[in-house]
Nanobody, 122 residues
Framework: QVQLVESGGGLVQAGGSLRLSCAAS????????MGWFRQAPGKERELVAA????????YYADSVKGRFTVSRDNAKNTVFLQMNSLKPEDTAVYYC???????????????WGQGTQVTVSS
């Protein structure tokens, strides 16, 4: 089992940057695929980015390709989401999640953080 705690959200102007962090408890962090999801009001939770166990392979939603970068530090049990060139449509609650395989839907991830709000003003 793993517990996840996100941090780094906030209010930023369009074009700005934020870096989200997700700290995991437990000694099995490196055995999980890690995903970053987001959910805007009235919308479904969507996968933004994911990273495989070793960090060698990553996935990005088309809407964030070239702007967001996911990375992980298995020695520090932490996964990051660097978000650049932010747009108002990126406004959402961002969640990190841990799963056993790379899945594109939220039920495929067993463990979740509490979420952190990202608001991008125009």
């Amino acid at each position: 089992q793993v517990q996840l705690v996100e941090s780094g959200g906030g209010l930023v102007q369009a074009g700005g940057s934020l870096r989200l962090s997700c700290a995991a408890s437990g000694r099995t962090f490196s055995s999980y695929v890690m995903g970053w999801f987001r959910q805007a009001p009235g919308k479904e939770r969507e996968l933004v980015a994911a990273i495989m166990r070793s960090g060698a392979n990553t996935y990005y939603a088309d809407s964030v390709k070239g702007r967001f970068t996911v990375s992980r530090d298995n020695a520090k049990n932490t996964v990051f989401l660097q978000m650049n060139s932010l747009k108002p449509e990126d406004t959402a609650v961002y969640y990190c999640a841990a799963g056993q395989r790379l899945g594109s839907t939220w039920p495929e991830y067993a463990y979740w953080g509490q979420g952190t709000q990202v608001t991008v003003s125009s």
